[in-house]
């Protein structure tokens, strides 16, 4: 049971949520790097009026929250995470394909093989979409817990443009929104319609896509802004073609990235006009360890968890990577994984 929030906060989250309101959860299982303390308690509502009792109950109390999302790109302290931290359940994993185009109901079919279960289920004929040219966009929505690469799988199975570039990137879509992820020219940002989501108060506010001045690695939603769904517009194309562009993208992250071992992706932004995987190789630290932490000897800007790693000695390999290349190169590092936590 948690010491530091009230009583009164746990016992009304566990009135509706019963046993998916978790006091002194461990994150480590919850986060791609395995790493991570205890939450003072952990919720993970499965619809938007669960979510909605979980933020209105903690600004009730004043208590903090936080949004977990899928667990990639983020480093929790070891100590853990303060207030209320919110993992979206099954329940926000549904995609809706009501305008994809019914010519590629045959090759879904053939898709679904590689999808979870939430996804098959919604991988389902679709509705005809209207006759058009073959450039023709198409709206989908899927929810903020839906895995950002099997939509992208998804998506091509359709016969649908627009996200081939994400196939293998780890995360939700509700974190790919956050991050404006991105790879081989492609981002998240590209086709954004729309966002709709809850306040710090639980609330429902929807957000033209045009609202959340994406960025390099950024988005600006309101601040204590939850997703629940993005609606994504996507173009119909000849499917041979999006399936060859998926697939040379899978096979340079296959190639370029390290397997095997858990990690959080790319530790560091890359800076202008360079990469930051080259700097730290050039830096000399391919295979630097602290602790159970290495730095990647298939690529530099990625740091691996051998098995018991700490977020301290992850935290140590980033510190001593922008001290080096700053020495090195004279370019400052920034991190693009995210910190949170208590350290």
Same mark, same amino acid.
Not at 15 to 27: F, T
Not at 42 to 64: C, N, S
Not at 210 to 225: E, I, N, T, V
Not at 255 to 275: E, L, M, T, V
């Given at each position: 049971?948690?010491?530091?929030?009230?009583?009164? @906060?746990?016992?009304?989250?566990?009135?509706?949520?019963?046993?998916?309101?978790?006091?002194?959860?461990?994150?480590?299982?919850?986060?791609?790097?395995?790493?991570?303390?205890?939450?003072? *308690?952990?919720?993970?509502?499965?619809?938007?009026?669960? @979510?909605?009792?979980?933020?209105?109950?903690?600004?009730?109390?004043?208590?903090? *929250?936080?949004? @977990?999302?899928?667990?990639?790109?983020?480093?929790?302290?070891?100590?853990?995470? !303060?207030? *209320?931290?919110?993992?979206?359940?099954?329940?926000?994993? !549904?995609?809706?394909?009501?305008?994809?185009?019914?010519?590629?109901?045959?090759?879904?079919?053939?898709?679904?093989?590689?999808?979870?279960?939430?996804?098959?289920?919604?991988?389902?004929?679709?509705?005809?979409?209207?006759?058009?040219?073959?450039?023709?966009?198409?709206?989908?929505?899927?929810?903020?817990?839906?895995?950002?690469?099997?939509?992208?799988?998804?998506?091509?199975?359709?016969?649908?443009?627009?996200?081939?570039?994400?196939?293998?990137?780890?995360?939700?879509?509700?974190?790919?929104?956050?991050?404006?992820?991105?790879?081989?020219?492609?981002?998240?940002?590209?086709?954004?319609?729309?966002?709709?989501?809850?306040?710090?108060?639980?609330?429902?506010?929807?957000?033209?896509?045009?609202?959340?001045?994406?960025?390099?690695?950024?988005?600006?939603?309101?601040?204590?802004?939850?997703?629940?769904?993005? !609606?994504?517009?996507?173009?119909?194309?000849?499917?041979?073609?999006?399936?060859?562009?998926?697939?040379?993208?899978?096979?340079?992250?296959?190639?370029?990235?390290?397997?095997?071992?858990?990690?959080?992706?790319?530790?560091?932004?890359?800076?202008?006009?360079?990469?930051?995987?080259?700097?730290?190789?050039?830096?000399?630290?391919?295979?630097? !360890?602290?602790?159970?932490?290495?730095?990647?000897?298939?690529?530099?800007?990625?740091?691996?968890?051998?098995?018991?790693?700490?977020?301290?000695?992850?935290?140590?390999?980033?510190?001593?990577?922008?001290?080096?290349?700053?020495?090195?190169?004279?370019?400052?590092?920034?991190?693009?994984?995210?910190?949170?936590?208590?350290?």
């Amino acid at each position: 049971m948690s010491h530091t929030l009230p009583a009164a @906060l746990i016992d009304t989250l566990r009135a509706r949520l019963g046993d998916r309101a978790r006091p002194g959860e461990s994150l480590a299982r919850y986060t791609s790097f395995r790493i991570g303390g205890p939450a003072d *308690v952990l919720v993970l509502p499965d619809t938007r009026e669960e @979510l909605a009792h979980a933020l209105a109950t903690a600004a009730a109390f004043g208590v903090h *929250v936080t949004l @977990l999302g899928g667990g990639s790109n983020v480093l929790v302290g070891d100590a853990g995470m !303060r207030g *209320v931290v919110v993992k979206l359940g099954r329940g926000f994993a !549904r995609i809706d394909w009501n305008h994809a185009p019914e010519a590629a109901r045959g090759s879904a079919r053939a898709g679904r093989r590689g999808l979870g279960a939430s996804e098959e289920r919604s991988a389902a004929p679709a509705a005809r979409a209207p006759d058009g040219p073959p450039d023709e966009s198409i709206s989908i929505q899927a929810g903020a817990a839906a895995q950002l690469g099997r939509l992208a799988r998804a998506a091509v199975a359709h016969g649908l443009a627009g996200l081939e570039y994400a196939e293998g990137i780890p995360g939700t879509v509700g974190g790919a929104l956050f991050m404006n992820a991105g790879a081989y020219g492609g981002e998240v940002a590209h086709a954004v319609e729309s966002v709709e989501g809850l306040e710090r108060d639980g609330r429902a506010l929807d957000l033209p896509g045009h609202a959340l001045a994406f960025g390099y690695r950024r988005s600006a939603l309101p601040p204590g802004f939850v997703v629940t769904a993005v !609606r994504f517009r996507l173009r119909r194309a000849e499917p041979g073609q999006v399936r060859s562009r998926m697939d040379e993208a899978r096979a340079r992250r296959t190639a370029a990235q390290p397997h095997g071992r858990a990690n959080a992706g790319s530790i560091f932004k890359n800076p202008n006009g360079d990469h930051a995987g080259r700097l730290i190789e050039v830096a000399g630290l391919k295979g630097a !360890r602290a602790g159970r932490a290495r730095i990647s000897e298939r690529h530099a800007n990625f740091i691996v968890n051998e098995g018991g790693a700490r977020a301290a000695d992850v935290k140590v390999l980033m510190d001593v990577a922008q001290r080096v290349v700053w020495e090195r190169s004279g370019v400052w590092l920034e991190p693009e994984v995210q910190l949170v936590g208590s350290w």
